[in-house]
């Protein structure tokens, strides 16, 4: 079994070193075995496996209960299938409300950039195009500060 140093995973997981002191305190990950001379944790493959997932979540966004759970549900297997599932796809559905949201953003900026373009250019009739296009956006754009 390999015997891993806190250092090597933050290097593998791209957790920092706090944030795995963090997710064992609160009961993510592990416990992690301890050097008995020098006290240091020492991880196993499995306590990297978990922690790669974990940063995987924690990339997603996925809040510390959820990520609990979801720890939790790998360790029970099958029978904790459809709570999986329903974690990720309530995830999926947030960030897919922030990629529509993000949408709306780059549109703005882009048609923004465009009337300061035609501004930049002199150009009356394409400044007004786009002051036109903001028009149809704007209440988009509100609705994403709700």
Known sequence: MTTLTIQDV???S???EPTLRYYEEAGLLGPIARDARSGHRRYNDSDLDAAQVLACLRAMGVGIEDMRTYQANRRRGH???GEQRDILLRHADR???QIATLRVHLEYL???AAL???RDRGDVAAEAESHI???????????TFR
């Open 10 to 12: 933050s290097r593998q």
């Open 79 to 81: 029978d904790a299938a």
């Open 116 to 118: 300061w373009d035609a």
């Open 14 to 16: 791209g957790l920092s």
């Open 95 to 97: 960030v897919e409300a």
């Open 133 to 143: 296009e903001l028009e149809s956006i704007l209440p988009r754009l509100e609705e």
């Open 110 to 112: 882009r048609v923004k």
